[in-house]
């Protein structure tokens, strides 16, 4: 391993020789994601340079995140490739808008029209060693991570909490307030999806030197507890209006909640669990969460897991309906035309 990481900064050191500049995109690369030791995590100092290619323009910003990407798909090497998603992560959430809107460009860009998924390290796997295996696994769970950010980000508009100390709970609870049922709905969904991918850290404990490993949990551990303050606002959302609820959003409710048991009873029965699967645990924050999953799951109606409820649910949309259909028709076009992106409150 040590001949390994050798030869891996002989090959970076070269890489920097033959860059345009030193103080090119593909060199600040490098030196982000510079091999050196396995366990050693990636330096701050040049990861906040990264970062400074988002003050200029477009062009420059789109050299970083070429190089960046092209350096977690050329390699082979996992504790590289980890720096590479440490780094990704870092600019998606700390850099201007500019290289933020790059980044997510690149990542998001549809195989309909060329576009590959960097983040797809199923394939990943580096079998020489024992502490190689472990860490590809670590590169393998923390894309998928990253992805589920990146799906929450698609739904939303940003990411979990954004903001340094993360919004105001009040902005929040007023931005959920103002979205349809289906918005809320698939923004859990996103969020749900995090927590359960978060669940499944693979054991890492083994690895000689730990200070990559400590990188991943840190990072992962303020995802969580943004994902768990985000998703303790939409439950509470969702518990107001769970008497507007359509039977197929209720379904969908219902699902999202058992969902979020099965991670907690999961979690529960693990020991001791990873280190960054911290929203899980019992905390005062946790608390209120939990608490609010509880409350949700005794009042949703009955009708999203009986048939026949949901037969006289679909009836009484159907009923409803026809009552608009005979009013006079002025009424009903001043109706129609008035329209609310929440269906907090009933119309009537």
Known sequence: MRLRAIMGTLK???ALLSSAAPTSAAAAVLRATAHRSSSEAAPKKHL????????????TAAALVGALLSRLS????PAVAIKCLVSIHYVARRGSFILRDQLLAALQLPPSVGGRNPLNL??????SATDWWALSRLAR????VIEHLLAFHRAAGFFPYEGGGGRPRAEQEERAAALPNGQVLEEMEALVGLVEEIR?????????????????????REETAAAREEILVRMKEMGERLDCLVFGEAVRLTCLVKRLETCKRSTAAAAPPPAAVEILELSE??????????????RIPAAAGEDVK????????????????DRPPSLASSFDSVRFSSTRWPAN
């Open 141 to 144: 769970w923390l894309a998928r």
């Open 200 to 220: 499944g850290e693979p054991d890492v404990s083994h690895v000689t030197g730990k200070r990559l490993a400590a990188q991943v949990a840190a990072l992962v």
């Open 310 to 325: 949901g037969d006289q649910l679909r009836r009484e949309r159907i009923s409803a309906s026809a009552r608009i259909g």
């Open 285 to 298: 924050g946790d608390w209120y969460l939990w608490e609010a999953v509880a409350s949700v799951k005794a």
């Open 122 to 127: 199923s394939g990943f796997v580096d079998r």
């Open 74 to 77: 050329g390699t082979r090497d």
């Open 48 to 59: 906040d340079g990264l970062l400074r290619f988002g003050s200029g323009s477009r062009p």
């Open 12 to 14: 970076d050191g070269a």
